[in-house]
């Protein structure tokens, strides 16, 4: 679906240069930018039919997003429900529904288009980077033997050598790698000339502060659970 995704953006923004008669360098953008202002400018360049594919469009991104917004909170009340097995499901979807709904009014203010932007950059060229690399490290090193057995015990397709070496080095390098250039770009020049505070606030801080609240939380639910 990604490579799909990919071959459909990538086909708009050649339209759209050849419509515009420019380089399609000039067209290409990433982020909110690209679902909310380069591709619906494309989608109204069509010869025909540009409203029928513009209400298609939207539909699609409305329930893109209710779908991502199911897997994502499942994925956190799980961690709960597995640690507190006792707390009622629905407290803790609400609960969980309550938090994220505050923490997303920003988001709808005039300036939140601009806050998203600086998450999503941060999320997905730090955050994700990050936890990419630390999942395969701590997979590859302590989890490699357990993991290796259970997959070659159930699977008609066997792990060996290489796929020990891609997880311990390969993976978390290359991972590594990429964050380090991230990050020296960033510096270079601050994404999208957007305020420093801003890009610490909404963006370094909170990538930088994850790893030490999710292990919290991991610690806090792990004694509860004990306790009870």
């Known amino acids: 679906m990604s490579l799909l995704a990919g071959a459909a953006v990538f086909g708009t923004l050649g339209y759209m240069a050849a419509e515009q008669g420019t380089q399609i360098a000039e067209v290409v953008a990433g982020g909110p930018s690209l679902?909310?202002?380069?591709?619906?400018?494309?989608?109204?360049?069509?010869?025909?039919?540009?409203?029928?594919?513009?209400?298609?469009?939207?539909?699609t991104i409305v329930m893109l997003g209710i779908d991502s917004?199911?897997?994502?909170?499942?994925?956190?009340?799980?961690?709960?429900?597995?640690?507190?097995?006792?707390?009622?499901v629905k407290k803790v979807t609400l609960t969980l529904s309550a938090v994220a709904f505050v923490a997303g009014l920003p988001f709808v203010?005039?300036?939140?288009?601009?806050?998203?932007?600086?998450?999503?950059?941060?999320?997905?060229?730090?955050?994700?980077?990050?936890?990419?690399?630390?999942?395969?490290?701590?997979?590859?090193?302590?989890?490699?033997?357990?993991?290796?057995?259970?997959?070659?015990k159930r699977s008609g397709w066997q792990v060996g050598n290489l796929w020990s070496i891609a997880l311990k080095y390969v993976i978390?390098?290359?991972?590594?790698?990429?964050?380090?250039?991230?990050?020296?770009?960033?510096?270079?020049?601050?994404?999208?000339?957007?305020?420093?505070?801003?890009?610490?606030?909404?963006?370094?801080?909170?990538?930088a502060l994850a790893p030490g609240i999710a292990y919290l939380v991991d610690y806090l639910t792990f004694q509860n659970a004990e306790t009870e």
């Open 69 to 88: 917004a199911f897997s994502i909170l499942e994925g956190i009340a799980a961690g709960f429900k597995d640690a507190l097995p006792n707390l009622s």
């Open 172 to 207: 978390p390098l290359f991972l590594a790698g990429l964050f380090i250039v991230n990050t020296y770009q960033e510096l270079q020049a601050p994404y999208e000339s957007y305020p420093v505070w801003l890009l610490l606030a909404v963006g370094v801080i909170p990538v």
């Open 109 to 152: 203010t005039d300036g939140g288009l601009y806050l998203l932007d600086t998450l999503d950059h941060f999320t997905i060229n730090y955050g994700l980077v990050a936890i990419g690399a630390l999942e395969a490290g701590i997979v590859g090193w302590l989890y490699e033997d357990e993991l290796k057995a259970y997959i070659n």
């Open 35 to 59: 679902v909310f202002v380069v591709l619906p400018e494309a989608i109204s360049l069509l010869p025909a039919f540009s409203s029928l594919f513009a209400v298609a469009f939207f539909a």
